[in-house]
Nanobody, 121 residues
Framework: VQLQASGGGLVQAGGSLRLSCAAS????????MGWYRQAPGKQRELVAH???????KYADSVTGRFTISRDNAKNTVDLQMNSLTPEDTGVYYC????????????????WGQGTQVTVSS
């Protein structure tokens, strides 16, 4: 199983970026997909998460500005980020809880490679 993330970059404060992540491989189901970020010198934190049934969770700092969406048929998750601020700068990681034919029915955590988001003031 692999997660491939894309869409990071450099943007001015107030701008927008869209991150995308696609899961591939031997996948039976993906109960949850989400995005985490890690700013320099800080711990990795949850940004947004979405379950396959549609339930979402957002960090307080991004609520109202970021929107997570999934395409369950394509095993993809996107993060639309609007009204970006310099505090949103960091490496963004895609994470998925994936059930494979080899996991005895329990989901395992998989991480993407990370994509850099830099917001200039």
């Amino acid at each position: 199983v692999q997660l491939q993330a894309s869409g990071g970059g450099l943007v001015q404060a107030g701008g927008s970026l869209r991150l995308s992540c696609a899961a591939s491989g031997s996948i039976l189901s993906i109960p949850g997909m989400g995005w985490y970020r890690q700013a320099p010198g800080k711990q990795r934190e949850l940004v947004a998460h979405m379950r396959s049934a549609g339930t979402t969770k957002y960090a307080d700092s991004v609520t109202g500005r970021f929107t997570i969406s999934r395409d369950n048929a394509k095993n993809t998750v996107d993060l639309q980020m609007n009204s970006l601020t310099p505090e949103d700068t960091g490496v963004y990681y895609c994470k998925a809880d994936i059930v494979t034919p080899y996991g005895l029915g329990s989901p395992q955590d998989y991480w993407g490679q990370g994509t850099q988001v830099t917001v200039s003031s």
